[in-house]
Structure formats: C-alpha cells, structure tokens
C-alpha cells in the first residue's frame, strides 16, 4: 500500500504530571447542614486541583507544539503519527528542539515547585485540607515528566493492511477540525482581511490533503476544491459583509461537518456552485477571454497575474 511505504510511524511520548488527583466523596465534598464545596478553582468535574494548574502550563504547552509539528504534514495512525518520508528528517529535528524546550520548562517548575505548592495553599485557605497531604514530594513529581519519540516503518502482514478509506477519513476530519479553528478566527475578528492573507491561510490545510493523498479520490477530490476556492479568492480587502468572505465561511462549515462534507465528496456541492451569485457566468467568460486575467498558482499561495480583480464583483 502507498501510505505504509510513503510514511513513517512517529511515536512521541510525552508525560507530565496532572497535578490532580480523584476527589472523595466523603473527605473533599462536605453538603447539607453547614456544608460548602470547595470552588471550580480547586474541584471540577470529581477531580480536585492539588496543585495550581498555570504553573504546569508551560509544559502542556510544549506538549501541544509537539502534536501541532506531528499533524502539520502527518496524520493520527496507530497510537502516533505517520508522517511522509521526506518530512521525517526535519520533523526529527523539531522535536528534539521541542524536547530541550519540554525539558528546560521541567526544570524552571521543579525549582519553583515549593512556592507554588505554597501560594495555592494560601490562596484555597478554607479548603487547605483538600490538598495539604496529597501533594507528592518533588522528587516524586519530577519521575513522572517524559519527552521521548521513537521512529517505525510498519510492515503489515498480507491481507492485514490498514484500510485506505479509515485513513482518507482520519485525514479529512483533522482537516475538518483546522477548518473549524479557522471559521472561529474569521468569526472573531474585529477587522477586514486581503484577500491574499485569507488565501495564504488556507496553504497548511492545501499542502496536508496534497501529501498525505496518496492517490486517494476522497482527499483528492476535498484538495481539488480548496484549491479552486484559493484560486477565486480576491487579492483586496474582505470584511464580514463582503460576499466571498461568507463563502470561505461557509466551505470550511461544510468542510468540518461530516455529513456536508460527504455532500463535497459526491458532488452534490462544490466551491463552483457556492460562488456562482458572486462570479455570473458571463463576467467569467468575459475575464477567461481577456489575456492576462486568469488566475496562476505557485508554491506559496494563488495571485492573479493583473491588478484588475474589481471585475469579479
């Protein structure tokens, strides 16, 4: 199979301490005549807080960075990530950074671990018992921190090999849920964006359906309408009640809801049908027909080859 042969298995593991530990009933929640439980702060969820989670924040950072680098151009497979061989080297490279980094913010909690341990004693007073004998000592915690990340080929035997289809759809959702965060920035701004900047934003999602399709007719058919919507996307500026902005919006919807995405997949939908109120038919053909209008891609993002974008619109 392509996918086996074409990637590698990396397996990062990556451990740190949770700094909580399962509340009790009987000890941690105190209700009815004179009882009070203890804030959010400290229990949530039947899990009380021993220790103040800001100061393991630097750590689950360095954690998510480690993913984020995995997922940039691989995908969840097997418990790790499989990654096309020629991003292998430089993804090496990354981690072992990302792990002196893991490793140096072990050390700065380690040093800082009695007076945070303190400080949120001091600041949960009233429920001090909760955590005051719970917390282990600091050469306890500091066993539980690992950085580590192994390299595999996977060889599966005959007739046991992944199935294509499980791993075009693995894909497609972590495409989805990238889609998703985008909508959410899109959402949130307060400000127009250029059109070139919205474009260059779709690039990651574009170069991880391209390397990671191994011939695959469902991410190659999601690929082909990114790119058509890359390519119709004006270089001026868009804010929330330009046209094409709701229509970037509304592709990465689709593209992040199973059943709209499968409507894609079918052909039921597409970027052509989405942007046809806002790109007539006529004005196409009459922008096809003038040299020197159409769009032309590169490596980093689409722009069109004439200042002339007005006439989209």
Known sequence: MEFIHGTTLVYPKIR???????????????????????PKTLLDLG?????????????????RKAERACLLNGTRFMGGYAVPDKFVDDLALQLEAIQKEFEDEVQIFLINFD????????????F???IRDQVPDRDSVAKTFQFQFHLYKVNPLGGFEPDET???????????????????????RKRSISGLALGEQLDPLINKLD????????ILTVLGEFRRLQ?????????????MFGSVLTFLAMCSDGYKLEMLIDGNYSVSKLIAGIRPAAQIALLDSVPGTKYSTDATHVKPSTAVVGAYF
């Open 128 to 130: 001090s018992y909760v």
């Open 231 to 243: 390519e119709v996307i004006p270089v001026d500026k868009l804010d929330k009640d330009h046209p």
């Open 47 to 63: 899990r009380k807080k021993i220790f103040p989670p800001k100061a393991l924040d630097p750590l689950g950072t360095k954690r």
């Open 211 to 218: 390397v990671l399709s191994f011939g695959n007719s469902r």
């Open 16 to 38: 740190m301490w949770g700094g909580e530990k399962k509340a009790s009933r009987d000890v941690d929640i105190t209700l009815g005549l004179n009882g009070k439980l203890p």
């Open 166 to 188: 499980e791993i075009a759809n693995q894909v497609l959702r972590e495409v989805g849920q990238s889609c998703k965060q985008m909508s959410d920035r899109m959402l949130d």
């Open 115 to 126: 007076t945070n341990k303190n400080e949120w004693l001091v600041q949960n007073e009233e």
